[in-house]
Structure formats: C-alpha cells, structure tokens
C-alpha cells in the first residue's frame, strides 16, 4: 500500500520527516539518513538500509557494477572526514552474523 505524506521545506531547508514515517523507520533523535537521488525522483532511506543495499549488492546479488558505487560512497564519507578501516571484511571466518557486522559498520554512539 503506497501512503502520501506531506511535509513543507523551511526557510533554512529544513524538512520534518513525519511521526508515522520515523516510526516506520525506525528513526530515533540523532539518526543518519540518506537521500539518494534518481533519475525520476529522491529516496530517503536509513544508514542501516544503505548499508544493507551495498552490501547485497557485494554479496552477487545482482548484475550492477559494485565497484562505482562503492568507491563514490567511499569518497562522499571520506570527504566528510570519515577514515575507512582497512581491516579485511571476512564474516564467514568469524562467524559475525548480518546484523552483528552491520553493527560494527555503524556503531551507535
């Protein structure tokens, strides 16, 4: 079921992102969204779900050239001052289920 909810954009830019829509989201005070922009629109998603995304998509679940995506992710996080922790990834090794490397991705602070 597709649900339409308005918001208006403020004079500073600013957008409230609607109770139901946090709820749904999961969002709580403090949370990273993401917008990704499209051809024929802009989606706001969680850091969660991009990180979920990204990862399916290193995982072979799809044809879609990875590399590009990641190295442009890669850059917009550097460019905010974020450093990469050049430690291989390897979950089948340590046995770290989905959620618990996705945790380690985005640690809460």
Known sequence: MTKILESR??????????????????????A????LVEEDGVRLVTAQKLAE?????N????????DDVVRAAR???????FEWDERP?????????EDEVLASLFPVT
């Open 32 to 35: 990273r969204v993401h917008f």
């Open 53 to 57: 995304n990204v990862w399916a998509r």
């Open 9 to 30: 954009v403020s004079a500073e830019g600013r957008v409230v992102i609607p109770a139901d829509v946090r709820h749904q989201l999961g969002l709580e005070p403090g």
């Open 59 to 66: 995982t072979g679940g799809d044809n879609v050239d990875t």
């Open 89 to 97: 990834l390897d979950t089948n090794a340590a046995g770290d289920d």
């Open 75 to 81: 850059e917009q996080a550097e460019d905010r001052g």
